[in-house]
């Protein structure tokens, strides 16, 4: 969507005279103090280019949000502004290319039927849910009598060498290592097997 915003007479003008006494509260020059500065001798300091740059910038902004207010528009980014141009009698014309926010119309919902599949748990499903929770609580104990088995839970310090010198990124002490399950050290979970260590009580 855009918008052809054309601004009055005089608005251009008004807004160059805000931007000079803007500058002019912060100027100075040797012999006067800051913001004293005569007129005449400030506006010959002047950047008129940048000066009339900003008071367009000014008026477009503050003319496009009333355009926008006035319009009843809600747009959802800010808009983009092209065609900017300076007529003969003073005005200015420029053009917004914006997005609206859509207006969203509901159609017929009223007497809309939803069947809701039904659901089967089988007792295995029930089942693995029920070992899956228990796993997740389980409290571990340690244990100085029996074997380790497949699911015991041992901890273990280990150290990487690399070239006869240990690695310290690549050691740890007290892992936790799931016998059977543990994917990091396939190995030692088949050389664990057997050997007496802490074993997992529920």
Known sequence: MSLRIHVAPGSMQEAIEHAKGEYGRRFSLPGFRRGKVPRALLERHLDMDRLREEATERVI??????????????????????????????????????SVKPEIRLGPYQGLRLEQPAIEVTAEEVETEITRLRERHAEYQPVTEGAIEAGDVVIVDYDLTLEGKRNEEGSA??????????????????????????????
């Open 61 to 98: 902004h503050e003319s496009y949000e009333v355009a926008i207010e006035s319009a009843g528009i809600t747009t959802l980014t800010a808009a983009r502004i092209e065609d900017i141009a300076h007529q003969e009698d003073d005005s200015l014309v420029f053009r917004a290319v914006l």
């Open 173 to 202: 002490r007290g892992y936790p290592l799931t016998v059977g399950s543990d994917r990091l050290f396939p190995e030692l979970n088949e050389a664990l097997v057997a050997r007496r260590s802490a074993r997992r009580e529920r």
